[in-house]
């Protein structure tokens, strides 16, 4: 019988109150049951009617593994607990907190749930529970302090690399260096520690302990690479044998930096794109032979597009400017500018750059576009107009420019010209949300007249003032 099937035969005996019969059920189903939530809350609330305390406990703990997010398990539990054993009532208040989004909150229980019990065990799981209390509401060296705690009852490798993550989260090098020291000492078979640590070294330009701490050739080439040794980073570069590993490529475009052999580190580096694309580092990397060839417009582009691809989009805004004001005949960095101005809506921005990439390139459809809808915004429905017709040439593919002309020609009450471009705008998107509207219009404009263009322009005045008014 499935599982449904069971929980329904065990409903309706409880329902006619025939509950020995009904737990009999439950329980013979339990191994092939014990991990599904819904049946553990049943058969929990069962034991609890019926009054087998252990039995409703057993379930409450169980059902708490199974689904972490159950409110009802943690409620039975407290209720339980409060008197029967005060450190998993604690931890189990914390969590039912937790689960409420009152985390701080929590924070004081852990703390009676570790004076409550000499257990070690249940001291270092209370201790963790609080350290991770800790981190999420940003109290990261009270943190560190209890993970500290932890290691004073035994080591714990993940918990070396937790307190080193923090200390690396704070930029505190050295304290992160110091404690994967003993994280190595405690562990030395542990190669992950090793390399967490001989990374670290490279940051600090230490390079030769970065190189006593190395294991695998990525580490040792790039400690070598940043001692300055590129003899010795070639040999190990050129002993891989992987060629499907994105960092042998950045290693190596790394040394042909080193060497100044500018094409063939482009040409490592586009390798590495291929492999790992719209990795910020790719950008960083052009940037650097960019700024060795003094190419100062290339080096901010490509420094705006590392921080693109990072979403520090604010940064990236200041180095295209920089490639702007550099270089203002380029249209790359415009092209840039423009999509963070998309983002953010700074249209005062972004009709500058939108006239200066149509300049640069009139035919583009971005600014041509983008410039339509600016004007359309601004109820300029001409201006769009002349945009839109431009657009309409440069981009045929484009037939959602159709509708915008349609729309200014409605503005500008030329309605036998807005049914052409409403029918052009069916004819390639039969279907879509505003079809029907579109017809409605199609089939309205087919015998009203267009306004002469004094009618126009007064209407286009009225409605400017309407749009001030906020009419």
């Known amino acids: ?70 409110l009802v398990a943690y409620s ?43 257990d070690e065990n249940e001291i270092i799981n209370a201790r963790f529970l ?12 009270n943190a560190i302090d209890e993970y500290y705690s932890i290691l004073e ?40 520690l090793k390399e967490y640590l001989s990374g670290l070294y490279v940051k600090e330009g230490n ?18 690479l940043m001692k300055g040794d590129n003899d010795s980073a070639f040999k190990i570069l050129n002993a891989i ?27 490592y580096i586009d390798k590495f794109n291929e492999i790992a694309p719209q990795n910020p580092l790719t950008y960083q990397m052009r ?27 604010e940064l990236a805004l200041a180095e295209y400017l920089n490639a702007h004001r550099i270089d203002s ?26 006239e200066k990439l149509s300049r640069q390139e009139p035919d583009n459809p971005i600014a041509l576009n983008g410039l339509g809808d600016v004007y359309f915004d601004m109820y300029e429905f001409r201006n769009a107009l002349d945009y839109y017709k431009k657009l309409e040439k440069a981009d045929s593919s484009y037939y959602e420019v159709y509708k915008k002309i349609a729309l200014c020609l409605e503005k500008l009450k030329d309605f036998a010209g807005a049914k052409e471009y409403y029918e052009k705008y069916l004819e390639k998107a039969p279907v879509s949300l505003d079809t029907e509207k579109i017809k409605e219009k199609i089939a309205k404009y087919a015998d009203v007249p267009s306004l002469n263009s004094a009618e126009v322009e007064e209407e286009g005045l009225i409605d400017k003032i309407m749009k001030i008014f906020g009419k």
């Open 1 to 70: 019988m499935s599982a449904n099937g069971i929980l329904a035969q065990a409903q309706s005996l409880i329902d006619n109150e025939q509950y020995d019969k009904a737990y009999e059920i439950l329980q013979n189903s339990y191994e092939s049951l014990k991990n599904d939530a819904e049946y553990l809350e049943k058969f929990a609330l069962l034991a609890k009617m019926m009054e087998k305390n252990d039995e409703a406990v057993k379930y409450w703990e169980e059902l708490a593994v199974v689904n972490p997010n159950s």
């Open 76 to 118: 039975e539990l407290l209720d339980i607990y409060i008197s029967s054993n005060k450190y998993k009532y604690y931890i189990t208040r914390a969590k039912y907190k937790i689960l409420n989004e009152k985390v701080t909150q929590s924070i004081d229980d852990y703390k009676k749930a570790i004076g409550s019990t000499t």
């Open 130 to 141: 609080l350290a991770k209390a800790y981190e999420f509401t940003g109290k990261i060296q």
């Open 153 to 192: 009852h035994k080591n714990d490798m993940a918990i070396f690399y937790k307190l080193a993550d923090l200390y690396a989260g704070q930029d505190d090098r050295y304290s992160a260096i110091n404690i994967l020291e003993r994280g190595v000492k405690a562990f030395p078979q542990v190669k992950e």
């Open 207 to 224: 390079y030769d302990k970065a190189l006593e701490y190395a294991v695998n050739d990525y580490a040792k080439s790039k400690a070598y």
């Open 241 to 267: 044998e992987d060629r499907t590993n994105a960092n042998y490529y950045a290693l190596f475009a790394e040394y042909y930096f080193n060497v100044k052999d500018w094409d063939k580190c482009r040409e």
């Open 287 to 313: 940037a650097l032979v960019c700024d060795a060839n003094d190419d100062a417009f290339g080096y901010h582009y490509n420094m705006g597009k590392c921080y693109s691809y990072k979403q520090d989009y």
């Open 329 to 354: 005949s380029k249209s790359e960095a415009v092209k840039e500018i423009i999509k963070i101005n998309e983002a953010t809506g700074d249209k005062t921005s972004l009709m500058e750059f939108y």
